[in-house]
Antibody, heavy 120, light 113 residues
Framework: EVQLVQSGAEVKKPGESLKISCKGS????????IGWVRQMPGKGLEWMGI????????RYSPSFQGQVTISADKSISTAYLQWSSLKASDTAMYYC?????????????WGQGTLVTVSS | DIVMTQSPDSLAVSLGERATINCKSS????????????LAWYQQKLGQPPKLLFY???SRESGVPARFSSSGSETDFTLTITYLQAEDVAVYFC?????????FGQGTKVEIK
């Protein structure tokens, strides 16, 4: 069974750093792209970027380029999303999701989400 | 970026009736190389992550009930729920994956009347 299990909710202060994780299981982690999607409170879905764990090839949405870093550790089947300096506007639910393939780039499996709250 | 616009923003439908959601893209999602429309539909129930319903505009994901159907081409797409059930209450999103960034529609909330 394909599963993406994300790390738990976080409460941070503005200016702090953060790294959240997404662990894949039940499939070959290095053979599928993993993406990150932001959902701000009561809002829609925003595609942030994707990574291919096999070689760490990464693509970002222009809206998120330079604001976050996507990475992966294939040895432990885990993808990451990190911030160096959080802002209150980063408060959101963040989902990781697997792409069916690069040729079929829709998300077929999703993690349960990680709620990030940034408040002073 | 391709802008995806859904209509309506919300709708209330009686149990057993039909719900129709529209999704319009700012440019064609039809590829001339493979004649496929690069569009997916997702369902998000309250407190849950999104779930894939359709891809390539009309290919139903395994396990999705037959009362859900999807159609359309180029810039105009429709998700239809016939015989609405209580468990279909959710927000539905369309997404284009023709170009990056892979943008989503703003979502359509389906409720029971």
């Amino acid at each position: 069974e394909v599963q993406l299990v994300q790390s738990g909710a976080e409460v941070k202060k503005p200016g702090e750093s953060l790294k959240i994780s997404c662990k894949g299981s039940g499939y070959s982690f290095t053979s599928y792209w993993i993406g990150w999607v932001r959902q701000m409170p009561g809002k829609g879905l925003e595609w942030m970027g994707i990574i291919y764990p096999g070689d760490s090839d990464t693509r970002y949405s222009p809206s998120f380029q330079g604001q976050v870093t996507i990475s992966a550790d294939k040895s432990i089947s885990t993808a990451y999303l990190q911030w160096s300096s959080l802002k209150a506007s980063d408060t959101a639910m963040y989902y990781c999701a697997r792409l069916d393939s690069y040729a079929n780039p829709y998300f077929d499996y999703w993690g349960q989400g990680t709620l990030v709250t940034v408040s002073s | 970026d391709i802008v995806m616009t859904q209509s309506p923003d919300s709708l209330a439908v009686s149990l057993g009736e039909r719900a129709t959601i529209n999704c319009k893209s700012s440019q064609s999602l039809l590829s001339s190389s493979n004649n496929k429309n690069y569009l997916a539909w997702y369902q998000q129930k309250l407190g849950q992550p999104p779930k894939l319903l359709f891809y390539w505009a009309s290919s139903r994901e395994s396990g999705v009930p037959a009362r859900f159907s999807s159609s359309g081409s180029e810039t105009d797409f429709t998700l239809t729920i016939t015989y609405l059930q209580a468990e279909d209450v959710a927000v539905y999103f369309c997404q284009q994956y023709y170009t990056t960034p892979r943008t989503f529609g703003q979502g359509t909330k389906v409720e029971i009347k």
